[in-house]
């Protein structure tokens, strides 16, 4: 397994931008997937963005298509979520993820999990 840390987590205005940060140790094969996840507050934890490691099949929450946008750098071996247009109904606690196989949108397709970084969205 590999251990995940997220960061950029702040408070910002609706509207804003942010962008979350995810670094991976250990050896990230090109089959990975990393993941975004979030949880509000009394809200069940929600998929956000997926990738895979190699490039190819990304895919995005409805809520979040169109605003959010999943990237990775593999000489840094991080993966960064850029949000955009950021909404009151945004905030929440960002999850990164990954899973050395399964591209999922379940939690239960990812086997690794940092421990979050909170985004707090203001009007």
């Known amino acids: 397994q590999v251990q995940l840390v997220e960061s950029g987590g702040r408070l910002v205005q609706a509207g804003g931008s942010l962008r979350l940060s995810c670094a991976a140790s250990?050896?990230?094969?090109?089959?990975?997937?990393m993941g975004w996840f979030r949880q509000a507050p009394g809200k069940e934890r929600e998929f956000v963005a997926v990738l895979r490691w190699s490039g190819g099949s990304i895919y995005y929450a409805d809520s979040v298509k169109g605003r959010f946008t999943i990237s990775r750098d593999n000489a840094k071996n991080t993966v960064y979520l850029q949000m955009n247009s950021l909404k009151l109904e945004d905030t929440a606690v960002y999850y990164c993820?990954?899973?050395?196989?399964?591209?999922?949108?379940?939690?239960?397709?990812?086997?690794?999990w940092g421990q979050g970084t909170q985004v707090t969205v203001s009007s």
């Open positions: 250990g050896r990230i094969f090109s089959s990975y997937a």
């Open positions: 993820a990954a899973d050395p196989l399964r591209v999922g949108t379940r939690q239960t397709d990812f086997s690794s």
